[in-house]
């Protein structure tokens, strides 16, 4: 069995007292899931413009803004293709192809991806205005019925500047 991790968080929105950098102290875990189903869609998690795809099973994020700090620490995605995997890119920006492409994963038939990170993903809002994160599907794996099922998990803290 593997070790614990200090950083993960619990399914009851909490984090141990050791976590990296006591984000325990500045802001609360959420667990964030995605459907992606169509090519090249952007689904928001922080976003205050309109994206092409939305999701069903939480309320979309404000946009990072100055002060604000999105910390990603966990990230999942599971396929329902039997030949063809999901692949998917953490993007920051106003939801187009220009925008920097801070990790890409995948997800395949032979099952769920679970990526850990023992220290964060780190978003900063930027200094003025604000600041979309998204995921753009850059291959949803399969089309049709079977893409229900596909599913990309991540979770994290939002720190708000008070």
């Not at 946009?63 to 998917?88: E, K, M, N, R, Y």
């Not at 192809?97 to 990170?117: E, I």
Request: include cysteine; proline fraction near 10%; hydrophobic fraction near 35%.
């Amino acid at each position: 069995m593997p070790p614990v991790s200090p950083g993960q968080p619990s399914s009851f929105g909490s984090v141990y007292a050791d976590s990296p950098g006591l984000l325990r102290e500045n802001g609360y875990t959420f667990v964030y899931t995605c459907k992606p189903d169509t090519a090249h869609a952007d689904m928001p998690i922080c976003s205050g413009s309109a994206p092409t795809q939305v999701t069903t099973y939480q309320d979309v994020l404000e946009p990072l803004g100055p002060g604000d700090t999105l910390s990603i620490f966990g990230i999942q995605a599971a396929c329902a293709s039997t030949t063809t995997p999901l692949v998917f890119a953490l993007r920051a920006g106003d939801h187009n192809n220009t925008d920097p492409v801070l990790m890409v994963g995948t997800g395949n038939k032979n099952g769920p991806w679970f990526q850990h990170f023992e220290l964060p993903i780190q978003i900063e809002g930027p200094e003025t205005g604000t600041l979309d994160i998204w995921w753009e599907v850059i291959h949803p794996g399969v089309t049709g019925a079977l893409a229900a099922f596909n599913r990309i998990t991540l979770q994290g803290i939002v720190q708000r500047k008070v």
